[in-house]
């Protein structure tokens, strides 16, 4: 994206209440600005009106018209399903967006609740265990339903917005990184038997993802866009941004848990960190397959997704290079890049 030429005003409380009169709205009492800008030509304003809107000016064109009809439709599922996600707003016009200079606007609903990253919680595992389960259930009921031509950020093969320019899905970008730290150290042999590994696990899974069921997620519910009741437990979702279409199990292998613990890789031998990263994700997949009906050939695909989710997930590999780039961890992180290059892939099958 290129550079604004000027960089447009913010907005005054005057101009405010003209946008928000194009949405039928004729009067505000109060607003609450944060700036989420990621760079001087990717600028991202966010107002919070009365707790009970929020207005949105962008300087991309990346929510179009289609895109937010897409994301209500979404949107909708969820709350059918049980819960609470902020809805679109159109114009008076019928139109989602509206123009102000070059920056892009749009209204959405604002939901009073707290942020689970914001929230002491007395027990996180319990909140990620809830929300896989509702992610489960909620992928049994809208399977092969409303699919969306755009892809969900772990989407392999197939690439989401973000991984288009790159021009390839970015477990695949993160393994190349992976593999750049291991030849730094002179592990060329190394790096070649996970490249290979990797390649031979994703033509397999070439054979046949396409015939898999897939279903539209939100697509980061990390905790930043989780909302939580009084008690902590999963309310609602947030910042549908990245949702996109994705093959169910492939979205399941990322969010069971299948992660390198840095705390355990300092303490635990390699093959202690592994078998524990393993445990955990089949206990939290065969948890959610109680509520998926996956068939054989999904159990199968979900292992070897599993496997690339080990091997280079963004987590996995920023503990990994972490790892290597410690003296007294090196040896032990080269190890247990070894027993992934090496691993049975029946032991991810559940």
């Excluded at 505000?28 to 949105?56: G, M, P, T």
């Excluded at 000016?57 to 994301?71: A, F, H, P, Y």
């Excluded at 909708?76 to 509206?98: D, H, L, M, N, T």
Aim: proline share 2%; with cysteine.
């Amino acid at each position: 994206m290129e550079a604004l030429e000027t960089e447009p005003a913010k907005l005054s409380g005057e101009e405010l209440g003209q946008l928000l009169n194009l949405f039928g709205i004729s009067s505000y009492l109060s607003f609450r600005e944060i700036d989420s800008s990621r760079e001087e030509a990717d600028l991202r304003w966010n107002y919070i009106i009365d707790k009970k809107y929020v207005l949105r000016l962008n300087s991309g064109s990346v929510m179009t018209e289609d895109r937010l009809r897409e994301i209500n439709a979404l949107a909708g599922r969820y709350i059918e399903a049980g819960i609470q996600c902020p809805k679109y707003i159109a114009s008076g016009s019928g139109a989602f967006v509206v123009r102000r200079g070059a920056m892009y606007c749009y209204l959405s609903e604002y939901l009073d609740y707290e942020l689970a990253s914001e929230k002491e919680l007395c027990d996180k595992d319990k909140l990620d265990e809830e929300i896989r389960d509702f992610t489960a259930a909620f992928a049994q009921k809208y399977r092969n339903i409303g699919l969306s031509e755009i892809m969900s950020m772990y989407s392999l093969f197939e690439l989401c917005p973000y991984d288009r320019e790159a021009g390839i899905d970015e477990k695949q970008e993160n393994l190349g990184e992976l593999v750049k730290s291991l030849e730094e150290l002179g592990c060329t042999k190394l790096g070649g038997k996970l490249s290979d590994r990797n390649e031979s696990v994703r033509k397999e899974l070439k054979s046949f993802y396409k015939q898999l069921p897939r279903c539209v997620f939100q697509g980061d519910e990390n905790f930043t866009n989780v909302l939580v009741d009084r008690d902590g437990h999963f309310a609602g979702l947030i910042d549908f941004n990245m949702s996109g279409t994705d093959v169910i199990v492939n979205y399941f292998a990322n969010i069971t848990g299948l992660y390198i613990d840095e705390e355990q890789l300092a303490k635990m031998k390699p093959e202690a960190v592994l078998a524990a990263s393993i445990s955990r994700y089949r206990t939290n997949m065969k948890r959610m397959f109680v509520r998926y009906r996956a068939d054989e050939a999904e159990r199968r695909a979900a292992a070897l997704y599993a496997y690339i989710v080990l091997l280079s997930s963004w987590p996995n590999v920023c503990s990994c290079r972490y790892g290597l780039g410690q003296k007294e961890l090196s040896e032990k992180t080269q190890k247990l890049l070894q027993q992934i290059s090496e691993l049975d892939i029946r032991s991810l099958y559940v």
